[in-house]
Every structure is written in C-alpha cells, then in structure tokens.
C-alpha cells in the first residue's frame, strides 16, 4: 500500500485530535498543525470544520462500504452471507486506523446531518441483512449486537476482552448459519 494522499493525512490528522484531544479540540489550526501543513493547504481540500468532519464520514463511510462489498464477493455461501460479512467486517475493523471512528463523533457534535452518508449506508445494509436468507429479526438482532459491542468500545464504555470478544465474533457467525 502506498502512501496515504494528502487528503487521507488531513483527514487522519483530524480523526487522531478527536481521539486523543476530544471533539472540541478539532479546530483547523490543529488539524493543519497536526497533519504537518499550512492552514492555507488545508483549506484547499476542506474550506470549512464542517466540510472537514464531513470528510471524514464520507472517508469511514466509503470505506465500510467497500470493505463489506468485497467480503460479500468473496463468500462462496449464499444464506447468511451478507450478515456475515457485516459481522466479519464490523468485528476486525473496518478500516485500519480506529481514529477514523472519531468522524462519527465529530459529526454529532458538528452537525448531526453529516452523519447522513452513514445512515443512508445502515438503511441498505439493513435490506440486505433482512434479505439474507435467514430469518430477518435474528438476522437484525446479529447486527444488533456487532454494533453494540462496536459502539461500546467507540465510546469507550466498555472493552469485553479480546478472548471473550473472539467469542461472540465466532458465535454470532454461526448464528446466521442457522
């Protein structure tokens, strides 16, 4: 893999303050200071805080998105599989650097309808889980649970464990074999 684009720095300058620093330190001096650039380079890709927090949504979004469509693909089974790969996919993160959650964050204290490319994605994945070919409430209550155990951590509520984690990834799998 090679390296990120200079939008993808900003946008994981961005991500790394709300994670360690908190929402309110998100300001654009930060961000530019923080991914090694002037302001004036930053307000090139994103001219506004609120065209930057949108960034990052649309970034996590696009790249759940891809993610879960290529392990779909891949999946040689027909029932299940697209829970599954929801599951597979939520469980071993979505995309490699977890700051990139903190964009959800920032888009619920920014804006709350930047958040609209995430829940534009749910909608459909929520079609697909219910058209799995399993039944459509465990099929919910499966991504139910991933999303609980994701939140969880993404809040920093509660961590269950790796092991214990490991688990729950293993059973909910196999719940939508059944």
């Given amino acids: 893999m090679g390296r990120p684009t200079r939008k ?6 961005a991500s790394k303050i709300v994670s360690e620093r908190g929402i309110f330190n998100l300001t654009l ?7 090694g650039i002037s302001k004036g380079g930053l307000l090139y890709h994103f001219p506004s805080k609120e065209a930057l927090v949108k960034g990052m949504v649309e970034h996590l979004a696009e790249n759940y998105r891809e993610k879960i469509a290529t392990k779909v693909e891949e ?3 027909e029932k299940g599989k697209w829970t599954k790969s929801y599951v597979d996919v939520t469980f071993n ?4 650097n977890k700051n ?3 964009g959800l964050l920032a888009a619920k204290a920014v804006n709350e309808e930047l958040l609209d490319p995430i829940r534009e994605l749910y909608t459909k994945w929520q ?3 219910e058209n ?3 039944d459509p409430v465990k099929a919910t209550i499966i991504r139910l649970a991933t999303d609980g155990i994701w939140l969880s951590e993404l809040f ?3 961590h269950i464990g790796e092991e214990k984690k490991e688990i729950i990834f293993q059973r909910l799998k196999s719940w939508a074999n059944e």
């Fill in 93 to 96: 993160n979505p995309y490699q």
């Fill in 75 to 77: 999946s040689l089974e």
């Fill in 156 to 158: 920093d509520i509660h």
């Fill in 127 to 129: 079609k697909e889980i």
């Fill in 8 to 13: 993808i720095e900003i946008l994981l300058a």
């Fill in 29 to 35: 001096e930060a961000t530019a200071a923080e991914a």
């Fill in 100 to 102: 990139m959650h903190a």
């Fill in 132 to 134: 799995d070919g399993i």
